[in-house]
């Protein structure tokens, strides 16, 4: 068990948004978090990458208790997340957003006289990662004037360019084109490999792209783990689609996929 | 972009090297105070431009270099402007470390207001302890060796316009070249994040609290270095360097010669100190001209001088179908 989160218990006041959670990742999977709005997904997200120090319970992550550590910490122990709303560096090039990364983790950010531009270990580091997520054309682009898609790619990258060993992505497909979702999903898996990740855990709304990937998924509502298990198992559980999913996915691509990202 | 940086730092050393030849005594009299303000804004740009951190106390650390230099010359046997200089970066490190690691805690206004807090504090306290420093009449900067010369037989001006200007423009160069290499370098890099967009530096595992402070301090030690540089030409230190004013005054000269670029802030100190030079001399309501120009630049021409010069990166071709 890579990462490990039991009976966690978050209350905002009286408001109770997590009640006694618990779930675990093995090394090797991809498992989603899903759940309509308001189950506690943002909360779980918050404690599982150590923004938030939950009321009760113990998360750990290689067997280090890493409640509240925050996220400067979590990143060096090897824990990334990429941004449900895109989070970049508006006025860094994607070159240098993607070696920004590969300095935090080789730990040379406090080199004050020495050449970026002569670096060659992390120059060739960042390129390798630009070229997993097809950004390599455009790694002397100035962020702030990439299209949106590539704006989310470099999120994501920029999380993967610190070669984490477990990748928490929140909603990487959220805002993108139905059709560049299964690119992006592509990539992202591809890039795992590529990079070594052990772990990934999705949190999304799109259930075509949950089924499509997902080892295990977890249902949550109301602050509760409503159910942990196969994909085949999940969709079978009549609970979980009432409450979380709506209409089995097949259904909904029969009806002409819906609106992708909507909670249903 | 490094090439044309290096290009602009060798003909600035190159052109105050020759100014001493062509030049009127006066403009480089000039021109001391200016390498002292480009000593300084160098490293108030780093906090600026390069962090996206604004302060308004910054004179604190100016009068600490030129009350650091002053101190020694006139209250110790020391008279070495390396020694000045080297005690006055001390000195600012030492009080710039607790300082900002206060301050940093803070962004926007509230870092703004309290470097400000801090600076009037150091500004009461140099007015005050009269013993120590002088009160308001300040203190006297007895004139420096250079490199071990003691040059008390030259007249004044040709002190200042021969050996200390030479000096100055070769710490000026040299402060020039260590702030190219720090924004160069990954740990330049960093701080750009931090500017740019700390939550995201975070989850990237960059401790922004912290390096904001490695930038407070380094700025805080050019402040001081280019501090004890404004020293000498005058002959005085006085607590009016590190009133609030003064910040206010070299966070102009950076908005002046624009804080998006290297040498913006330089240009800024430049325009400053001729501009300065040249109302004063027409007007004596000097403020009201530069209070004016500041709006005009503000609203005008945000990138300042620099940005008029330099365009823009053009924004690249988007790709209709995913736009």
């Not at chain 1, 109770?16 to 709005?37: K, M, R």
């Not at chain 1, 509760?224 to 996915?249: F, H, N, Q, S, T």
């Not at chain 2, 008279?79 to 301050?103: D, F, K, T, Y």
Request: include cysteine; proline fraction near 5%.
């Amino acid at each position: 068990m890579i990462l490990q989160a039991e009976g966690v218990r978050q209350f905002y006041g009286n408001f109770c948004a997590l009640d006694g959670v618990s779930l675990g990742i093995e090394t090797g999977e991809f498992v989603s978090i899903i759940g309509p709005n308001g189950a506690g997904k943002s909360t779980l997200i918050n404690v599982l990458t150590g923004s938030l120090h939950p009321s009760a319970g113990t998360v750990r992550f290689k067997e280090r208790d890493i409640r509240g550590i925050g996220p400067v910490r979590l990143a060096r122990l090897g824990l990334a997340r990429s941004f449900q709303l895109v989070q970049i560096f508006p006025d860094l090039t994607v070159i240098e957003t993607l070696q920004a990364a590969v300095v935090s983790r080789v730990g040379r950010g406090t080199r004050l006289f020495a050449s970026l531009a002569r670096d060659r270990q992390v120059r060739d580091d960042a390129l390798e990662v630009a070229e997993l997520f097809g950004l390599a054309d455009k790694r002397h682009t100035v962020a702030k004037h990439l299209p949106q898609g590539d704006k989310k790619l470099l999120d994501v990258a920029s999380a993967f360019a610190l070669r984490p060993e477990v990748i928490l992505l929140d909603e990487p497909t959220s805002g993108v084109s139905t059709r560049d979702k299964a690119a992006i999903m592509e990539m992202l898996v591809a890039a795992s490999k590529g990079i070594g990740i052990r772990a990934i855990i999705l949190v999304e709304h799109d259930m075509d792209i949950v089924f499509g990937y997902s080892d295990r998924i977890v249902a949550l509502h109301q602050g509760r783990v409503l159910a942990d298990a196969l994909p085949a198992a999940i969709r079978a559980d009549e609970a979980v689609v009432a409450a979380v999913i709506g209409r089995p996915p097949a259904e909904r691509a029969a009806r002409g996929r819906g609106l992708p990202g909507t909670p249903p | 972009m490094t090439r044309t940086g290096a290009a602009v730092l060798a003909a600035m050393t190159a052109g105050l090297l020759i100014l001493p030849l062509v030049a009127p005594t006066y403009h480089l009299t000039l021109m001391l105070p200016f390498m002292a303000y480009a000593v300084i804004l160098l490293g108030l740009n780093l906090l600026f431009g390069y962090t996206g951190l604004v302060s308004f106390g910054h004179a604190l650390f100016i009068g600490i270099g030129a009350y650091a230099g002053a101190f020694l010359t006139t209250h110790t046997s020391v008279r070495s402007l390396e020694i000045m200089l080297v005690v006055a970066a001390l000195v600012a490190a030492v009080v710039a470390a607790p300082v900002g690691a206060l301050c940093v805690r803070y962004v926007k206004i509230y870092f703004g207001m309290l470097t400000l807090a801090f600076g009037m504090v150091f500004y009461t306290f140099l007015l005050k302890f009269y013993r120590l420093t002088g009160g308001d009449e300040g203190m006297r900067v007895l004139r420096p060796f250079l490199f071990g010369q003691d040059l008390g037989e030259m007249s004044k001006t040709a002190y200042l316009v021969g050996p200390y200007y030479y000096y100055s423009a070769g710490v000026l160069a040299l402060a020039t070249f260590c702030m190219w290499r720090i924004v160069q370098s990954p740990f330049g890099l960093c701080l750009r994040t931090i500017r740019d967009n700390p939550a995201k530096a975070e989850s990237l595992g960059i401790s922004v609290t912290r390096y904001r402070w490695y930038a407070f301090t380094i700025s805080a030690v050019y402040a001081a270095v280019g501090g004890a540089l404004l020293g000498p030409p005058t002959g005085n230190v006085d607590p009016t360097l590190a009133y609030w004013t003064h910040s206010g005054n070299i966070v102009f000269m950076t908005l002046l010669g624009g804080f998006s670029s290297f040498f913006g802030p330089i240009l800024g100190a430049f325009v400053f100190i001729y501009l300065q030079d040249t109302v004063m001399s027409v007007v004596p309501y000097w403020r009201l001209i530069f209070g004016g120009i500041l709006a005009v630049i503000v609203i005008l021409a945000p990138g300042g001088l620099m940005g008029l010069f330099v365009r823009a990166r053009p924004l690249p071709a988007v790709d209709p179908s995913r736009a």
